[in-house]
């Protein structure tokens, strides 16, 4: 289907072709054939009136579970990338952490095949750093490089063990993958279901300290320093930690990091009164934290925004708070959430769409294949979002298999109203395609 999306606010934020200004985008046999005011309408293209909308490429999410294989009921492929089509998102990043993990080919190939059986989002594996996230010997790293993860994690899990840790980045950098950490050193964080904090004391809920988090970021830094190898930080959440990664980034290390929605919305507070959708790790931090992640999206500290989109069921979430499985689902109030930063003034729109599109694509080499940007010649992977438009979260009407949001019920401001993944709609609230 060619059609040229009409007038609305097109911001590109890569920097090879950076762009705000009203303008017109014509799609033609799946592709950005040219962008511009007042563009001539080819015979057999439909037009689509965008004006008072926002046109920017299809976002970019470096962090998802999908759960498949394993935990089907949870998530799979396809109803996870029909979430991500939801949220604007049309590349995406998923965690090795399934059931068997993604630690071979084989699994990083069922994956491959699931997402292109969905066609609803481009699902980019991450492939595991140790056999079964186990912590002991490294995944086959190699063969899952070949057969297309983008970068390796034992996410849900930290590498405790150092030595593993530096072969992991040693071994990484011969494949040019980023090896991305969840720094939680597990001695310090004692099983604590929350932040250690006032919180945690007054409701009872057994805590782990946010040094559980920058003792790791500091130890891998200094991995860093010695390996040369790309390092990234997943869902940052604590002060220090982010101190930390601006003081490496200053010495010119190769070292980012990522913000999740919830970490930048909510704190510890959240949890006051035991509702496990608000439980997630690493956990809700302090008001003190949450100004340092904001301070630190604004000045580029923090690279980008990614949802950790954790869907559980209620066999996992109904049970006490210190029993309840970790995470949330985001892919579908990413957008929101990052508008109400916007309209708040700890970012501009276009430092918004940035950490949406083009620096996540860049950190894990997504550019490469034509992510993070709405360049003409490229793949027409757009989103067409609406920043006011005002919307109240339904955890049933999403569409995730899970509902394990703390954000239900709440009142929302931003939506993304059209999602074009090659040039075909995948989402489309208003039906302006259908
Ligand atoms: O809250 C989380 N949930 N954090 C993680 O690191 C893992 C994730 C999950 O897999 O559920």
Redesign the pocket.
Known sequence: MDFLLRGGRVIDTSPASPRDAAADVLVQDGRVVDIGAGLAVPSGARVVDVSDLVVCAGLVDLHV?FREPGHEYKEDVASGSAAAAAGGFTSVCC?P?TKPVNDCRAVTDLILDRARAAGLARVYPVGAISKGLEGHTLAEIGEMAEAGIVAVSD??RPVMNTGLMRRALEYAKTFDLPVVQ?AEDLDLAEGGAMNEGAVATRIGVRAQPAQAESVMVARDIELVEWTGARYHV??ISAARSVALVREAKRRGLPVSCEVTPHHFALTDEACAHYDTST????PLRTEADLAAIKQAMADGTIDCIAT?H?P?SAVEKELEFELA????IGLETALPLTMALVREGVIDLARAVAMLTSAPAALFGLDRRGAGTLAPGGPADVCVFDPDRAWTVDRERGRSKSHNTPFHGLDMRGRAVLTVLAGRPVYDLDGRLS
Do not use: I, Q, R, V
């Open positions: 579970h965690m952490n996410d849900g969840h997943a869902h439980k997630c790790m690493p950790d954790a559980h499985a970790p995470g949330m």
